[in-house]
């Protein structure tokens, strides 16, 4: 299997390929449930055999597992034949397990607590980090993570850590990409605002958006996806099936936004998966497909816990889907009439 590229190049030094499958490993940190180290290992080694060049992980997935994982399967990868990014934003400190961090969200994981830390110093501590952990001299990309209303709360607080950021760890983020230690910085983020808010007042390269570009959801057009594409700023997206609703389709159960999904967005997904139906497309396939449409998108990054998610991904991304389909979906009131329905070239 060949997998498609996209090339950025906005910082004129050689650029970045993705592929436009990428691999986000939260949940080969033991997201939800816990995955054996030889599942995990089967898992990435088989995207790497399709043909997987991007890797996304971050110090919160397993509380340094994911990233302690990808050291054992990075060892003796050519280092400039994948782009790999991790995240920045929080430290974690060793704790007593009855006084771990995500007690229900992460299994068998360290025993930790997560610490906000979004300064200058912050930063440098949490690449050093995530080095150790990675077994790496240096990343591709850093990601300021979850500087969002979903993580901290309240607009006050998001405010608060917005202004920690700027002052603090922006300085340091253009600092390391200035000495080449980084190629390219942004921020994953589970909301297009603060994204927007953030390339309206610095210099970023690249935003890893989660679940707020994709078939059930595309506000994003508003006003940020147009900035990012005027400014050339790429666009990795992640949880392109809205936390699973997108693949499972409306089932008894289904998740949205890490939770169970509520009964107007079952019904749309329902009459969107029936759309897809009368084309003979799996609701999943165009799902993957969608956000890829979008001039800005580099990569899409579904995740895979097992490998029957995996091979669902990789078929996901040999789907062909008619045009038609779009349109129809358009016609329904179930996509935005503005988006990209136009696969742009790699």
Not at 16 to 26: D, I, K, N, R
Not at 68 to 93: A, I, Q
Not at 156 to 172: H, I, N, S, V
Not at 278 to 284: D, K, P, Q, S, W
Request: with cysteine; aromatic share 10%; proline share 6%.
């Amino acid at each position: 299997m060949a997998i498609a590229t996209r090339h950025w190049d906005r910082r004129r030094d050689g650029g970045l390929s993705f592929t436009e499958l990428g691999m986000g490993t939260a949940p080969l940190g033991n997201l939800y449930r816990a995955v054996s180290d030889a599942e995990a290992e089967a898992v990435l080694e088989r995207a790497w055999a399709a043909g997987v060049r991007y890797y996304d992980t971050a110090p919160l997935y397993g509380f340094g597992l994911a990233e302690t994982r990808l050291n054992r399967f990075l060892r003796g990868k050519p280092r400039d034949e994948y782009v790999l990014s991790t995240k920045v934003g929080r430290l974690l400190r060793a704790c007593p397990p009855d006084a771990r961090d995500g007690v229900g969200k992460w299994f068998d994981v360290p025993s930790r607590q997560e610490v906000y830390d979004y300064t200058y110093d912050g930063v440098m501590r949490s690449l050093e980090a995530s080095l150790e952990r990675l077994g790496l001299d240096r990343v591709d990309i850093l990601f300021a993570h979850d500087l969002d209303v979903f993580n901290h709360g309240t607009r006050e607080a998001l405010e608060g850590r917005l202004t920690e950021f700027m002052a603090g760890g922006y300085r340091a983020l253009v600092h390391l990409r200035e000495q080449g230690v980084i190629r390219a910085f942004g921020a994953g983020v589970n909301e297009w605002q603060p994204c927007q808010w953030l390339a309206e007042r610095g210099d970023f390269d690249l935003f890893l958006l989660a679940g707020r570009y994709t078939l059930l959801e595309q506000e994003a057009l508003e006003s940020f996806l147009p900035l990012c594409e005027s400014r050339g700023i790429g666009i990795v997206i992640g949880g392109p099936y809205n936390s699973g609703i997108l693949a499972t389709g409306p089932v008894e159960g289904a998740h949205y936004n890490y939770d169970l999904a509520p009964p107007e967005i079952l019904e749309r997904v329902r009459r969107i998966e029936a759309v897809c139906a009368r084309h003979g497309v799996r609701l999943v396939d165009a799902a993957f497909r969608f956000p890829l449409m979008h001039p800005a998108v580099v990569s899409v990054i579904p995740g895979g816990q097992g490998m029957p998610e995996m091979e669902s991904n990789l078929a996901a991304l040999e789907a062909r889907i008619p045009p038609a389909l779009w349109a129809d979906l358009k016609a329904e009131g179930l996509m935005r009439p503005d988006a990209p329905t136009d696969a742009p070239t790699a």
